[in-house]
């Protein structure tokens, strides 16, 4: 089963990336109706976990070019940072927030840890 899935995976983890990138600008840019979160900073922590999908999916991607990870990584904090420019600029619903640029950082940061745990082990094996 899990052969399966990383075959899955292995031949479609380009398309995945986009797709994830699409939809972190799409959530990032539409109308979000209103609710009160009962947990303090859940932004915060939806951000960081948004953009550390976002990264660990890119970093997959490029894999097998080591030497391109911190160009990803970069590119994938100035991505967050476009996004909170746009939520400020094109909708008057949406904020852009530092907090929120400090957030998305750090989940990129995360991932960028993550990955490189995991090529570690893998090279261990």
Request: charged fraction near 15%; proline fraction near 2%.
């Amino acid at each position: 089963m899990l052969k399966h899935i990383k075959t899955l995976l292995k031949g479609n983890i380009f398309l995945i990336a986009i797709l994830i990138t699409i939809s972190i600008a799409y959530l990032s840019l539409m109308k979000m109706p209103q609710y009160q979160p009962t947990i303090s900073n859940l932004d915060k922590w939806e951000h960081s976990f948004a953009y550390f999908t976002l990264s660990i999916s890119w970093l997959f991607v490029f894999y097998k070019k080591p030497q391109k990870k911190y160009l990803i990584v970069l590119v994938c904090i100035i991505y967050g940072i476009i996004i909170e420019i746009l939520q400020q600029t094109l909708t008057d619903y949406r904020t852009g927030d530092y907090l929120d640029v400090l957030a998305n950082s750090s989940g990129v940061l995360l991932g960028l840890l993550i990955f490189n745990q995991i090529l570690k082990k893998n090279q261990l094996n």
